[in-house]
């Protein structure tokens, strides 16, 4: 079989395009294929023309100065000077149909009785409930941290593996802490994607992969074929599996159970005038339609925008937009612009980094690379850091 490509990339979010820029960095002919219209997955700043061109996030939306491979990525593309800070505010919890904050939830005795085991506890292998539940109280972990977890994982934490919540790495002290870019973290993808060395086909569903000993054939839904002789699948584990191609039966098996937690986002932007709450961070929902609220007043300007992620199927898109804006203390008919988008993330459980393990087994010595935010954990980091291990397990360090 001759190759087109010398790395095929399935998936043009964050670990797709970091696989990408891995590849295109060492020389070699690669391409990114992508079945939306437009690049980035789960980083998606929504920007509102008739806004003026305001933004907001709807996924993604806050990088870290710990972020090493992102920043790495951001001094190749020059952009590592053009970060912006985020004005500092804090989230509300909702409760009850009331905005309250966050130490009005915290047992504080239990707290400060249960904290010196934060530095002594081991991760490996246990539960979110059963690692925070013990480092920080029954009770904290009940009536607060359980839903601070779900609103950062936009689904029930319980059972998530404590280790993929909030790994420590080093931090690059000249950057600032936590940032983010003048037209949102969508400017992360984008840039990436602008690349000359990066091919990138969006609207391009691909529906089949065959293998062979020269590489890969790709099979779009609308029946083109591409080939290349290294290939990295880099969405979510669902899709993973559904693509696996022939010959690696024993890394489909292992993954097929992993599931997925979908989310409908409700984005809503308001003028400032209309909108007397005070500046959040968000809102943490306990017992409500909704995981988490994410707002914009990190960057203040004429509009402030938020993200509701709600749970699938619970309400109707009328009723999540009443919801939403009871949530906010404003009447509906004070919207200035809205938009939809439908976020899915990986529903990961106890037991995964074994499975991790297997998989790697399976995949080793072959030209396949599978990453995503299913591997160390969820952030754009996390899913770097397998980028990046699989680029230099398929091409050398
Ligand atoms: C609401 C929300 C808030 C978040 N906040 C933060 C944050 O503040 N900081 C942080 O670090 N992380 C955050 N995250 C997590 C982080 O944004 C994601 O984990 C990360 O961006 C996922 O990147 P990915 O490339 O692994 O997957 P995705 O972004 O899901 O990309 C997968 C891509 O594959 C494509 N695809 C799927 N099927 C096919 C197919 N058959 N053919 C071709 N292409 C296909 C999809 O269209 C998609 O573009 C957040 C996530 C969400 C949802």
Same mark, same amino acid.
């Given at each position: 079989?001759?190759?087109?490509?010398?790395?095929?990339?399935?998936?043009?979010? @964050?670990?797709?395009?970091?696989?990408?820029?891995?590849s295109?960095?060492?020389?070699?002919?690669?391409?990114?294929?992508?079945?939306?219209?437009?690049?980035?997955?789960?980083?998606?700043?929504?920007?509102?023309?008739?806004?003026?061109?305001?933004?907001?996030?709807?996924?993604?939306?806050?990088?870290?100065?710990?972020?090493?491979? &992102?920043?790495? @990525?951001?001094?190749?593309?020059?952009?590592?000077? *053009?970060?912006?800070?985020k004005?500092?505010?804090?989230?509300?919890?909702?409760?009850?149909?009331?905005?309250?904050? @966050?130490?009005?939830?915290?047992?504080?005795?239990?707290?400060? #009785?249960s +904290?010196?085991?934060l530095?002594?506890?081991?991760?490996d292998?246990?539960?979110v409930?059963?690692?925070?539940?013990?480092?920080?109280?029954?009770?904290?972990?009940?009536?607060?941290l #359980?839903?601070?977890?779900?609103?950062?994982?936009?689904?029930p =934490?319980?059972?998530?593996?404590?280790?993929?919540?909030?790994?420590?790495?080093?931090?690059?002290?000249?950057?600032?802490?936590?940032?983010?870019?003048?037209?949102? @973290?969508?400017? !992360?993808?984008?840039? +990436?994607?602008a690349?000359?060395?990066?091919?990138?086909?969006?609207?391009?569903? !691909?529906?089949? +992969?065959?293998?062979?000993?020269?590489?890969?054939?790709?099979?779009?839904?609308?029946?083109? *074929?591409?080939?290349?002789?290294?290939? %990295?699948?880099?969405?979510?584990?669902?899709? =993973? %599996?559904?693509?696996?191609?022939?010959?690696?039966?024993?890394?489909?098996?292992?993954?097929s159970?992993?599931? &997925?937690?979908? +989310?409908?986002?409700?984005?809503?932007?308001?003028?400032? *005038?209309?909108?007397?709450?005070?500046? !959040?961070? $968000?809102?943490?929902?306990?017992?409500?339609?909704?995981?988490?609220?994410?707002s914009?007043?990190?960057?203040?300007?004429?509009?402030?925008?938020?993200?509701?992620?709600?749970?699938? /199927?619970?309400?109707?898109?009328?009723?999540?937009?009443?919801?939403?804006?009871?949530?906010?203390?404003?009447?509906?008919?004070?919207?200035? =612009?809205?938009?939809?988008?439908?976020?899915?993330?990986?529903?990961? #459980?106890?037991?995964?980094?074994?499975?991790?393990?297997?998989?790697?087994a399976?995949?080793? /010595?072959?030209?396949?690379?599978?990453? $995503?935010?299913?591997?160390? $954990?969820?952030?754009?980091?996390?899913?770097?850091? #397998?980028?990046?291990?699989?680029?230099?397990?398929?091409? $050398?360090?």
């Amino acid at each position: 079989m001759t190759t087109d490509f010398d790395h095929i990339v399935i998936g043009a979010g @964050i670990s797709g395009l970091g696989a990408a820029h891995f590849s295109a960095r060492r020389g070699l002919s690669t391409l990114v294929l992508e079945a939306s219209d437009r690049v980035g997955g789960c980083i998606n700043s929504q920007h509102f023309d008739a806004l003026g061109g305001f933004w907001t996030e709807g996924g993604g939306h806050t990088c870290f100065n710990s972020y090493g491979n &992102m920043l790495s @990525i951001l001094d190749d593309l020059g952009l590592t000077g *053009q970060v912006e800070e985020k004005l500092k505010v804090g989230y509300k919890l909702w409760k009850g149909g009331k905005r309250r904050s @966050i130490l009005s939830a915290l047992h504080f005795f239990e707290a400060a #009785r249960s +904290i010196p085991r934060l530095f002594t506890a081991p991760k490996d292998g246990r539960s979110v409930a059963d690692y925070y539940g013990s480092v920080l109280g029954r009770r904290n972990y009940r009536d607060l941290l #359980r839903y601070a977890f779900q609103a950062v994982i936009c689904q029930p =934490a319980d059972d998530y593996p404590a280790e993929a919540l909030f790994r420590r790495k080093p931090r690059r002290k000249e950057v600032i802490k936590a940032f983010t870019f003048a037209k949102g @973290i969508s400017t !992360i993808p984008e840039a +990436i994607a602008a690349q000359d060395a990066i091919q990138v086909r969006t609207g391009q569903r !691909i529906a089949r +992969i065959e293998s062979d000993a020269e590489g890969f054939l790709v099979h779009g839904e609308d029946g083109s *074929q591409v080939r290349g002789r290294h290939l %990295t699948l880099a969405v979510p584990p669902d899709v =993973a %599996t559904a693509l696996m191609p022939n010959g690696f039966e024993a890394a489909r098996d292992t993954i097929s159970d992993i599931g &997925m937690s979908e +989310i409908e986002t409700l984005v809503l932007a308001f003028r400032n *005038q209309d909108l007397p709450l005070k500046p !959040i961070a $968000g809102l943490i929902a306990v017992e409500d339609a909704f995981y988490s609220a994410v707002s914009r007043d990190f960057k203040p300007d004429d509009y402030r925008g938020f993200a509701f992620h709600f749970k699938p /199927g619970q309400l109707s898109p009328e009723a999540q937009v009443e919801r939403a804006c009871t949530a906010l203390g404003v009447a509906p008919d004070r919207i200035a =612009a809205q938009s939809r988008i439908h976020n899915r993330l990986p529903a990961l #459980r106890s037991g995964h980094f074994d499975l991790v393990k297997r998989l790697d087994a399976a995949l080793a /010595g072959s030209r396949l690379a599978v990453t $995503g935010n299913w591997f160390l $954990g969820v952030s754009m980091e996390d899913a770097l850091t #397998r980028s990046r291990s699989e680029s230099d397990r398929l091409f $050398g360090t």
